[in-house]
């Protein structure tokens, strides 16, 4: 069963960081993408950045330089990195899976979804 977990959410005060990680099961990395996006109340689900089967890195323009992706094959987790975080990076975070090493930016790419975990940066 293909299946991903986010986790390591919580609240955060601004300039602080935060580590999330996505575990996934049912599939492995070697033909697949991870991408993480954000959803803020009432805002369209956003792509914050992507890494390919060969550790290829992406990153949204608004969290780029704040923000790196990483994987642990053995783990079967993939992990994003935030640092120097905002009240505007308030939202829930998803990891989401597509087949293939291409670049791909919209959510309507992606197949399968984690049911998401709250970042909330406020002091």
């Known amino acids: 069963q293909v299946q991903l977990v986010e986790s390591g959410g919580g609240l955060v005060q601004p300039g602080g960081s935060l580590r999330l990680s996505c575990a996934f099961s049912?599939?492995?990395?070697?033909?697949?993408?991870i991408g993480w996006f954000r959803q803020a109340p009432g805002k369209l689900r956003e792509f914050v950045g992507r890494?390919?089967?060969?550790?290829?890195?992406n990153y949204g323009d608004s969290v780029k330089g704040r923000v790196a992706i990483s994987r642990d094959i053995a783990k079967n987790t993939a992990y994003l990195q935030m640092s120097s975080l905002k009240p505007e990076d308030t939202a829930v975070y998803y990891c989401?899976?597509?087949?293939?090493?291409?670049?791909?930016?919209?959510?309507?790419?992606?197949?399968?979804w984690g049911q998401g975990t709250q970042v909330t940066v406020s002091s």
């Open positions: 989401a899976v597509v087949s293939g090493s291409g670049y791909y930016t919209r959510p309507q790419s992606y197949d399968l």
């Open positions: 049912g599939f492995t990395l070697d033909d697949y993408a």
């Open positions: 890494i390919n089967s060969r550790g290829e890195t």
